[in-house]
């Protein structure tokens, strides 16, 4: 397109995170500063779908750096491209309404469309690249599992709530002289988990990417009680599984593009060790709240990067790329090299290799068991 974008839209697809309304203000108010219209698109591409599309205005983007949640609302179950609609008997039927998005796009009279998602809505927006239409990706998720970018927005709010809520429990579990098992988000990723564990000093960290044996997370509370230390904290991301095991389904959703949801490891867990050790256990399953609250200062600042660096690709014509951020630096990839990928966490990640030195244990090997943190008789710790 060799002419400047005169109409852009926004959205925010998939599940909602702090800072989506820092990247929407930065994206709008450089877009109407720059004599831009603006547009929003509600509920992700589900507005793109039924043609709910307004106009923003500079007041409507003003005030919102600080909330949580998104202004134009959300929806991780619209993929244009595999779109469930009823089937007419009770059932559901899924069809390509891409055709349907580009006359409504056209019909808006947009240029280009901002899209503010994970790696579900990338995968989305590279579906709708194919069919002509021009897109700049912001990248969004809690998990930080989106290819290419070392960091999302979102994440870091996730991970001081998650690092919140197992400090709280470590007062409850001390004076019980319990094991609590926390879950956490993530899916398949487990930054979030690996993170919010690190920061709160959790003595068991399981996450997807390295299965685990239950016998050696008991062993681990056994060599806890032994050495005097009345509790034990286990931190456990919902993708986890043990050795040979398969992952924890709470339910499938047939309407949703991404049907199976993962939920209750924590449950299975704190169940065996009680089971293995006889200690007291409890598990809990901390949720949404990790979706909730006001963006820290580094999410508002990452997100405000962000969004601008949209806007300048925008302008610059540079469509169908992702900002990103990669060796510190903001920069952007194309959306096809992200689309239908997911960033884990290495096995070899030095946040893992530190977790080791300062006594974590993932489960998976009985050296954990070995360290001068967990001999029997080695001094109490802090944490």
Not at 36 to 44: H, K, M, N, R, S
């Amino acid at each position: 397109m060799s002419e400047q974008p005169r109409r852009i839209g926004i959205l925010t697809g998939g599940g909602d995170c702090p800072g989506l309304n820092a990247v929407i203000r930065a994206v709008a108010k450089a877009a109407l500063a720059g004599g831009l219209e603006v547009l929003g698109i509600e509920d992700g591409y589900l507005g793109l779908i039924e043609d709910r599309i307004r106009p923003l205005s500079y007041a409507d983007v003003s005030g919102i750096l600080t909330r949580g949640g998104t202004i134009l609302g959300s929806n991780n179950r619209a993929n244009p491209s595999d779109y469930a609609v009823p089937d007419g008997s009770g059932g559901w039927v899924r069809r390509d309404v891409r055709d349907q998005v580009v006359e409504n796009y056209h019909d808006a009279g947009l240029d280009v469309l901002v899209v503010i998602g994970g790696d579900g809505t990338m995968s989305g927006a590279a579906k709708l690249i194919e069919r002509g239409l021009n897109i700049v990706g912001v990248p969004k998720t809690i998990d930080n599992d989106l290819w290419a970018t070392e960091i999302t927005f979102g994440h870091d709010t996730a991970v001081a709530t998650a690092t919140d809520a197992l400090d709280k429990i470590h007062t409850t579990a001390s004076s019980h002289h319990r094991v609590m098992v926390m879950e956490l988000m993530g899916r398949n990723a487990g930054w979030l988990t690996l993170r919010a564990a690190m920061a709160s000093g959790t003595d068991v960290i399981l996450i997807p990417e390295i299965p685990f044996r239950m016998e050696v997370v008991a062993e681990k509370c056994l060599a806890r009680s032994r050495k005097g230390k009345g509790f034990t904290i286990v931190a456990v991301g919902e993708g986890a599984a043990a050795v040979g095991g398969e992952q924890t389904v709470d339910k499938v959703i047939e309407t949703s593009p991404e049907p199976v949801r993962l939920g209750g490891v924590s449950h299975h867990v704190a169940d065996a060790i009680e089971k293995i050790t006889g200690l007291e256990s409890r598990a809990m399953i901390l949720g949404h709240v990790q979706r909730g609250g006001s963006p820290t200062a580094r999410d508002r600042v990452l997100a405000t990067a962000f969004g601008y660096h949209a806007f300048e690709l925008l302008v610059a014509g540079r469509f169908g790329h992702v900002v990103v951020e990669q060796a510190g630096a903001i920069t952007s990839v194309p959306i096809a090299e992200v689309a239908d990928r997911v960033r884990t966490v290495p096995p070899d990640d030095p946040l893992i290799a530190a977790a080791r030195a300062t006594g974590a244990c993932f489960g998976d090997e009985t050296e954990c068991l070995d360290t001068p943190h967990n001999r029997p008789d080695a001094q109490p710790s802090a944490t």
